[in-house]
């Protein structure tokens, strides 16, 4: 099977990709702390929330660069004055079809994933074309192609 013919019929949802990414900010967590977390991670940002894992906002790498560029010592801010308020979250129920429609409808990089109210993991647009891939695929053809 050619790349170019992978179909969409059958994608599955949220819940049946592994979430890998599990990576929060606290919302009194410091910015110089979420800058070295970033720095460690493949994540280009990472949702921020409250004691019970209630999505309450998000910081990127640019919120951080923006904090830098403004002459603010971005130790003595918080997460929760660094973040944005935006929360574009998904579900685990959400089909990886409008998954992919948000981040491009929004040009995001992470989506947060939410079980009960309570951020769970992100996906990230690399884990979503994973996925897209393994199921057009299959895991096994896709080992053949590397």
Same mark, same amino acid.
């Given at each position: ?22 990576? &929060?900010?606290?919302? =009194?967590?410091?910015? +110089?702390?979420?800058?070295?977390? *970033? $720095?460690?991670? !493949? ?50 129920? &959400?089909?990886?079809? =409008?998954?992919?429609? +948000?981040?491009?409808?929004?040009? *995001? $990089?992470?989506? !947060? ?34």
């Amino acid at each position: 099977m050619s790349v170019h013919s992978i179909s969409i019929v059958g994608l599955r949802s949220i819940s049946q990709v592994p979430l890998t990414h599990i990576l &929060t900010f606290q919302k =009194d967590q410091d910015g +110089l702390s979420m800058a070295r977390q *970033l $720095l460690t991670s !493949p994540m280009a940002g990472a949702p921020v929330v409250d004691d019970k894992g209630k999505f309450i906002g998000f910081v990127s790498e640019f919120d951080i660069l923006s904090a830098f560029e403004s002459g603010r010592d971005i130790s003595q801010l918080t997460a929760e004055e660094i973040m944005v308020q935006d929360r574009i979250a998904i579900q685990e129920s &959400t089909s990886l079809v =409008d998954a992919v429609r +948000l981040m491009k409808k929004h040009h *995001l $990089l992470v989506l !947060p994933v939410e079980r009960d109210g309570a951020v769970v993991g992100c996906i990230t647009r690399q884990d979503l074309l994973r996925a897209w891939m393994i199921q057009g695929l299959g895991e096994e053809e896709l080992a053949q192609k590397k």
